[in-house]
């Protein structure tokens, strides 16, 4: 297994703990454990591959749904022992952020060739499935935070298109990739980082104009 591929099964793993942990906070049944930690676990690849018109990866690979189900298992039975559950989602969720980004990257780019395309798939990758996890579990949108989240994913996918279009071995590439991410993620986390939000300013008058 290279490290593409290992990125690609801690991702969705890290994902689908994320849907779990969503799930117990709202006291769901073990049937709303599975389907959430499923939908984040493969939810941004599925769309990536719909749109690059690749195989489904967790299809063509069935595994990853046993990862995700077996994931959402261990956070139902131990989900309890965790004081602050919301916050532990938040870090997982930075890694997978960090992981996919780089993964929705290389396929993107395997696949079209585009620089651009790599690094708007993973952007979608990364995103995509804690955006939905959060729509149906009712939680505060990673999307809708105020400190970065999809810029983060963003600087991921750059340095690792960059470094691989570069010729850099692509272990080192991924790696590259995966800690820029977690960095900027992390400090957002940590810090509070953010990108400078619109405001607003008075019309002009129509005399003005």
């Known amino acids: 297994m290279d490290l593409i591929q290992a990125l690609d099964y801690a991702g969705a793993a890290v994902f689908a703990a ?36 690749l195989p489904v990866f967790w299809i063509a690979q069935p595994f990853y749904m046993i990862v995700c189900g077996g ?10 022992l965790v004081e602050s559950r919301y916050k532990l989602l938040l870090w997982l969720d930075a890694m997978g952020l960090s992981a996919y980004c780089v993964l929705g990257a290389q396929k993107g780019l395997a696949s079209t060739g585009s620089l ?24 505060p949108s990673v999307l809708l935070r105020p400190e970065i989240y999809v810029s983060a994913a963003l600087a991921g996918a750059v340095v690792f298109t960059v470094a691989a279009t570069i010729g850099l071995p692509p272990a080192v590439a ?14 957002a986390l940590r810090f509070g980082w953010t990108v400078p939000a619109y405001r607003s300013r008075p019309g002009r008058r129509p005399e003005d104009i």
């Open 116 to 139: 651009t395309v790599a690094i708007i798939m993973g952007m979608l990758t990364a995103a995509f499935g804690g955006i939905m996890r959060d729509t149906l579990a009712g939680e």
């Open 174 to 187: 991924a790696l590259a990739g995966v800690a820029t991410a977690f960095a900027i993620r992390a400090g």
């Open 18 to 53: 994320t849907g779990a942990l969503a799930a117990s906070r709202k006291q769901l049944d073990i049937i709303g454990f599975l389907f959430l930690a499923a939908l984040t676990g493969v939810g941004g690849g599925t769309v990536r591959d719909v749109i690059l018109g």
């Open 71 to 80: 994931v959402a298992l261990l956070i139902y039975f131990t989900a309890h």
